[in-house]
């Protein structure tokens, strides 16, 4: 199980949110390409970087920075999303040497656009599911509709994606622990991998996840806690292959 450093981004700089408010923003750094280059001396085998202003656009805003830093690691895998709307946003970044791209929004919106993206660029692809109370929340966290996380992931395993990436809105950015239930609820429903995030705070909660790399859940995203100092990444990471076998 890989621990993955986030790098949200909003006008150009490395923030966090709390619960996916953009006026309750930290910013942590101007520097996004030191900021990889930190996460990557620690041992981070993956970027997970999120273009805020995207999401609420519906289209890249910070795609510099993200090129940036692909440019300037071109060997740490980094998995994308924020503003992937459209075949040609994905295709360019790609090209680019972005490793992955996640659909959030437009998933819901226009599933078969997914389907068409798994076939357009096979093994590239991830739907990133927000949740609240079980249901799936869109727009950059600001509607919970109706459609069960479960479902709609059974439907886009169907379609080929890469992996889940499966967050807890409720405890994202608010370090009150990770929902270690839902995220294996959802890991069993499904054959392909779930990348779990939102709420890790300290070791305790990696220590809860690892046992669920059995169930299928590959990997785990932090962001506020090793920006704030409550988890060390690198201890995070060794304890995470210590526990999964050295996966």
């Given amino acids: 199980m890989i621990l993955i450093p986030a790098i949200d981004l909003k006008d150009g700089q490395c923030v966090r949110l709390r619960q996916g408010e953009m006026d309750d923003a930290t910013v942590f750094s101007t520097d996004i390409v030191a900021m990889a280059q930190r996460w990557k001396a620690a041992g981070a085998r993956r970027l997970h970087m999120v273009d805020l202003n995207g999401a609420f656009a519906g289209k890249p805003e910070n795609r510099d920075a993200v090129l940036a830093v692909s440019q300037a690691y071109p060997d740490l895998p980094i998995q994308i999303g924020g503003g992937i709307r459209t075949l040609k946003t994905i295709e360019d970044y790609l090209n680019a040497g972005v490793r992955y791209c996640i659909i959030g929004t437009q998933a819901v919106h226009d599933p078969a656009f997914v389907h068409q993206a798994c076939r ?21 966290w600001a509607e919970v509709t109706d459609y069960d996380v479960i479902d709609m992931a059974k439907r886009f395993e169907q379609d080929g994606v890469e992996a889940i990436i499966y967050t807890d809105i409720g405890r994202d950015g608010m370090l009150q622990g990770v929902n270690v239930a839902d995220t294996a609820k959802l890991a069993e429903a499904i054959s392909i991998p779930v990348i779990a995030s939102g709420g890790v705070t300290d070791l305790n909660d990696l220590k809860a996840l690892a046992p669920l790399y059995k169930k299928g859940v590959t990997g785990v995203i932090t962001g506020r806690a090793i920006y704030e100092g409550t988890l060390d990444f690198s201890e995070g990471q060794r304890l995470l292959d210590e526990l999964s076998g050295g996966c």
Wanted: no cysteine.
């Fill in 120 to 140: 357009a660029f096979p093994g590239h692809i991830m739907v990133g599911l927000d949740a609240k109370g079980g249901k799936v929340a869109i727009n950059g």
